[in-house]
């Protein structure tokens, strides 16, 4: 049962035996205000009525006398007063009687309507004689007032009023009497109930003050004791012991309180383990931080190495180009160098024969002094046997070609050591110089082709260009780049006949323009974009570094100032714009201002 | 006897040389102006199997970067056609793969670098290439005659 309930029924039994106490109280009451509420007052009442009627009746004895006097002074008197005052009374005595039948009880009622009749009788003639005298007529007056029909009346009025005096005087009696014996009875009851009441009170009180002590001791120890071992479970819990078990099975509130309880417990329980969960995230999060840390500061150390590795590739790359170069021009060198080489051994060989026959004409010459003609036909024959055999003849007619191959071969290594020089600019340190780019495209394409030369032939369209500040040998490495790209995207097509390199040279108002297209398979649109940036390649592993274009870029772009834009469509080809600003006092501004902040050679500025 | 046979033998063959620069055909043509056996002298990959198709020739010393046929496709050709010929390749081109490649498939006796040496390595090299020509076509007869 719950709490409440049960104090609303403790509380409903002691107030059912006050009730009980309280009904038999005003019963007793009751019998006390019986007599009290009906007879006491039904007597006063009628003494009173009684005597309000006895004072009516004084009333209209009074009136009446006042007005058969001034009635009768006015007759004798005729002074106009009497007149007044009777005019003034008339009503009075009118509305008495009147309050008199009302207020009356049956009988009296039947007194006073007599009087009422009477007193109309007389209070017309009595107005009547009024009347008379106002017409001077006074001695009719005075007989009206004296007639014996005038007293008749006088008396059934008298008569009226003794009447109810004698009925009155009576009831006046019995109401007395009867009220003091109510009052009489009121406290012979009351002194009895007093003493029944007195211990009624006594009995009831005891009763009730134990009903109320019995029902609190039973109401607080079902609601106090759960509540103490809830109370010490809560502070067991306050410990930290969770698994404090609460034994209260009732179903009232502090039942629920203890369910409620137990389920905070299990919740604190879960919310424990789940606290406990989640400080296990925040150290393994920690931990992950801290990892994450470590991991950002060697991302930041792999960051820095990259980037001294990006310069060292891009060194690497300058060496790979220039790898690349030395490889071309060895090829090159080969073929010539081999067939002088080859021919310088023969010539030896030719010279040795020669050397040899002209030992034998020498022999000729000395047998000739002193000869026997036989000897000496003999002699011819050998020689001439001998020249058939070193082919002279050939050698004779070969040794100006010898020469002449062998000059040429010489020449094409000179030429090739010396445009490898004008290529790479190595007789000087590399700083800006005047530099003409069409002299630089020249100096490449000899190193270049090579490369080129089996799978395109190149076509040069060079107008007139003026000379431009900037350092050839970076520039002729841009030109290499494009070239060499150019070729290898041409021969990665494996097509039959040999493809087209076209280079174009002419000048703008800003720029030095150098067009570089080929009829090649063209870049693929969403590498177009990329085709700058460091490491982005489309050859195999190991075949490129991916750097070529990028430091291209940064030669063209950063370090001259120029534009290096790339044109492509698909199976159509690849078009390469450098363009190379002309102005020279910037360029000479700009190369001071470097020369000032640092002896690095990294940045130099070509136009614009 | 034995030795006379050999020269003999040697006498009757022919080395055909492949080279795009003609400068180069000259040296290698007064070089060899000694030698025993027939030198023959081609151009380009094209002339040089029109000579195969006039005249017998048992060893083949090419050039490797030729225009429209390189080396390496001539002798892919050469092997299918006239499978006895023995290949040299003379270049200044060095590259690996493409080396490696052809001298797996058997195309290569022999590979001379340019600039070559005449006397001791390129001479000595062709005559072992006759050589080798020679004991596999004594071997096919012995094979064929058993």
Known sequence: MRISQRLILGFLAVAMWVAVVGHISLYQLNQIAEPLSSDIPESVESISKTSYLDSLAQFIRYYDEVLTQSARNYAFTQDKKWEQRYKDVEPKLHRAIKEAIDKGEEKDREFFSNVNKANHALVEMEYKSIELVNNGQT???????????????????????????????????????????????????????LKTSTWLVLIFGVVALILAVGAGLLISRSIYVPILKLKAAAAETGKGKLDTQIEIRSNDEVGQLAASFKKMLNDLKKTTTSIDNLNREIIDRKKVEESVRLAYEELE???????????????????ASIGQLAAGVAHEMNTPVGFVASNFETLENYMKKIKELLQMYGELLGEIEASEKTKLSDKANTISKSQNDMKIDFILKDLPELFNDSREGIDRVTSIVQNLRDFSRIDQSGNPDKYNINDGIKATLIVAQNEIKYDADVKTEL????????????????????????????KSQERDNKGTITIKTYVTDDDVVCEISDDGPGIEPDKLPKIFDPFFTTKPVGKGTGLGLSVSYDIIVIKHNGKLIADSSVDEGTKFTIKLPLSKRKAKNEMEAENTNSGKESRIVCGR | MKWRQKTLTVEKRAVLFV???????????????????ITLFAKSGKEALEILQREEVHIIVTDMRMPEMDGLDLLETIRKMYPHIVGIVLSGYTEMATLQKAVNQGEI??????PWKLEGDFKKVVREAIEHYNIKSERDTVRQQN
């Open chain 1, 139 to 193: 001695d009719q007056a005075v007989k009206i007032l004296e007639s014996s029909k005038y007293w008749d009346q006088k008396r059934i009025y008298e008569q009226g009023l003794g009447d109810y005096v004698r009925t009155g005087g009576t009831k006046y009696d019995e109401a007395l009497s009867s009220s003091a014996e109510a009052v009489n009875l009121a406290t012979k009851q009351a002194q009895n109930l």
């Open chain 2, 19 to 37: 080279d795009d620069d003609e400068i180069v055909l000259r040296s290698l043509e007064r070089g060899f102006l000694d030698e025993p056996y």
């Open chain 1, 301 to 319: 150390k792999s960051n820095k190495e990259l980037k001294e590795m990006q310069s060292q590739l891009v060194q690497s790359e300058k060496l």
């Open chain 1, 463 to 490: 107008s007139d260009v003026p000379l431009i500040f900037c350092n050839a040998g970076q520039i002729n490495q841009v030109l290499l780049n494009i070239l060499i790209n150019a070729a290898q995207a041409i």
């Open chain 2, 109 to 114: 006796f022999r590979f001379i670098p340019k």
